[in-house]
């Protein structure tokens, strides 16, 4: 599922317009994104966790020639699901 269709998807519903729903999917995706850039996480009941993981400098190789290169630290973001999520998938 795309953001149209999820978009699409509360439309659907009836709980909000298509450029609401638009709207709230944007605001939120705003919001967890400030939140991760100030190093703090998003827990989300019944959902997960979003946290900011930091990757350490290390060694690595390029394929196609070989050669030894650093590849510089680095932020990426981890979700954790919540047990309910977790369990729900696994029924």
Do not use: C, Q
């Not at 978009?7 to 609401?20: C, F, T, W």
């Not at 994104?33 to 690595?60: D, M, N, P, Y």
């Not at 394929?63 to 979700?79: R, W």
């Amino acid at each position: 599922m795309n953001k149209n269709e999820l978009v699409s998807a509360i439309a659907e519903k009836g709980v909000l317009s298509r450029r609401d729903a638009e709207a709230a999917i944007d605001e939120a995706i705003e919001i967890i994104k400030a939140e991760l850039l100030k190093g703090e996480t998003v827990k989300i009941s019944g959902f997960g966790i979003f946290a900011r993981k930091e990757r350490a400098a290390r060694k690595g190789t390029n394929p196609s020639t070989g050669d030894k290169i650093d590849i510089a630290a680095s932020y990426s973001v981890n979700f954790k699901p919540s047990k309910n999520l977790k369990e729900e998938l696994n029924k």
